[in-house]
């Protein structure tokens, strides 16, 4: 009766640990250099994943999907705000990207507190900037329409930076 109870015992320390070991990397964080390694860019949330993994079929993906993006709450992604943004682009690719060019070419001076940075081989992208002039996250924006850079800078990235 005794070794029943012990066994038992041992059986649900067991099961309790591997329930915490589980839930734990589940939760686990990359850093934004290492999830657009994996392809994961931008801002998604959570329920982005929940989605994704509706129609894909890959553990390992989503669960790379799910260390990579943001919880959902109400305010929680509307408040983000970044001091600036290097848009970031190889001049030569540029040609393959008219709404950046339009972007650049009549809209940047809109925007002082985004700078134009040219990049050999890199792929269109926002690098967006904490107060610290720090990078913070790293949007690409291959297939953006120039009304999406306009809106999306317009809500998250600061007319002003805090030292003009």
């Not at 015992?9 to 734990?24: E, R």
């Amino acid at each position: 009766m005794m070794r029943n109870i012990l066994y038992y015992f041992v059986l649900i320390i067991f099961i309790i640990s591997l329930a915490t070991v589980i839930a734990s990397s589940s939760r686990e964080q990359l850093s934004s250099k290492q999830c657009e390694d994996l392809g994961f860019t931008g801002l998604a949330l959570c329920s982005d994943c929940n989605t994704f993994s509706e129609y894909v079929k890959d553990k390992e993906l989503i669960s790379d999907c799910l260390k990579c993006c943001t919880e959902d709450s109400d305010d929680s992604i509307s408040k983000i705000t970044y001091s600036g943004a290097i848009l970031e682009v190889c001049m030569r690719k540029l040609v393959f990207y008219p709404e950046i060019v339009g972007f650049i070419e009549e809209e940047k001076d809109n925007f002082p507190t985004v700078k134009i940075q040219y990049l050999f081989n890199s792929p269109p992208k926002l690098i967006l900037l904490d107060d610290g002039g720090q990078h913070r996250e790293t949007i690409r924006i291959d297939n953006w329409k120039r009304e999406h850079m306009l809106q999306f800078l317009r809500e998250k990235v600061k007319p002003n930076s805090a030292s003009s």
